[in-house]
């Protein structure tokens, strides 16, 4: 019996968040699209996640408001961060930041983000998503985002051929949708 989504008999904000968030696959799905990645089968086809699933997870972001369905074509959506949405950023880049440091290993992850629009210059943010030159919490839409070394095959995970990974191997900026 699979479990249930909710946490009725705990009074706590991080219990309401995650009836949204933490079911699998979700937090996966917000990276992505915070990559730019935008419809279905773009997402499907990136996480290798169940149709069934991957619908599921997009109907509950969708009801709870941090996603939001458009039409980009005659009987076809895509899926766009809402300001709630948004506000998850410093969640996530935070999770993948400690990913980055207790389960990826020595040298930490192979992405990183910089400050784009940066006054100061830019460069790469700091712990909890800051921008060392600058001082400043960026907003997702002014990073950057990059693999360190893109044709690096160290053997520790899978090397992913889908139209997604080939995109994120080259710099680009967060929310641009991908081609």
């Known amino acids: ?26 937090l996966l799905v917000l990276r992505d699209c915070f990559f730019g990645v935008r419809r279905f089968a773009d997402l499907r086809a990136h996480l290798d996640v169940p149709r069934a699933v991957l619908s599921d997870r997009l109907a509950t972001l969708v009801e709870a408001g941090v996603l939001e369905r458009r039409p980009y074509a005659p009987g076809r959506d895509e899926y766009v961060l809402t300001e709630a949405g948004l506000d998850l950023w410093p969640a996530l880049f935070t999770l993948a930041r400690w990913g980055d440091r207790h389960r990826v290993g020595p040298g930490g992850g192979r992405r ?54 080939r995109a994120l191997r080259r710099p680009h900026r967060l929310l641009t949708p991908l081609p």
């Not at 479990?3 to 009836?19: I, K, M, S, V």
């Open 112 to 165: 990183r983000f910089r400050h784009a629009d940066c006054p100061a210059g830019g460069a790469d943010l700091a712990e909890g998503g800051m921008c060392p030159a600058c001082g400043t919490l960026p907003a997702p839409g002014s990073l950057e985002t990059r693999s360190l070394d893109p044709d690096a095959d160290d053997g520790t995970r899978p090397e992913r051929d889908d139209a997604v990974s």
């Open 1 to 26: 019996m699979p479990l249930g989504r909710d946490y009725d008999r705990q009074d706590c904000a991080l219990a309401r968040a995650l009836e949204v968030l933490g079911e699998r696959w979700t």
